[in-house]
């Protein structure tokens, strides 16, 4: 089992910054990636970005060269910088872990932060 709490959101004018954090505790040596994902009022769940065990990252299109994701292994912790920020990022912001046991992965998700970013 990962528990994950999330830390970080808020309310910020557009062109803001703010950032995420997200603090792993369990079974973490069997994570290996780790990634916020996001959901607006009536849409569905989408990935923000991802980073993996060996620090390789991934960003959505709409996210790319505002925020950056990065990983604290030491620490068990996840960041999201958000740079820029832009009405439409609004959102509440998951963090996800994947772990790996065998050939099987386990997703957990953490509760949840709010995200509103004002015009």
């Known amino acids: 089992q990962v528990q994950l709490v999330e830390s970080g959101g808020g309310l910020v004018q557009a062109g803001g910054s703010l950032r995420l954090s997200c603090a792993a505790s369990?079974?973490?040596?069997?994570?290996?990636?780790m990634g916020w994902y996001r959901q607006a009022p009536g849409k569905q769940r989408e990935l923000a970005a991802v980073?993996?065990?060996?620090?390789?990252?991934n960003y959505a299109d709409s996210v790319k060269g505002r925020f950056t994701i990065s990983r604290d292994n030491a620490k068990n912790t996840v960041l999201l910088q958000m740079n820029s920020l832009k009405p439409e990022d609004t959102a509440v912001y998951y963090c996800n872990a994947v772990a790996e046991l065998g050939a099987v992965e386990y997703g957990y998700w953490g509760q949840g932060t709010q995200v509103t970013v004002s015009s």
């Open positions: 980073i993996n065990r060996s620090g390789s990252t």
């Open positions: 369990g079974s973490i040596f069997s994570i290996n990636r």
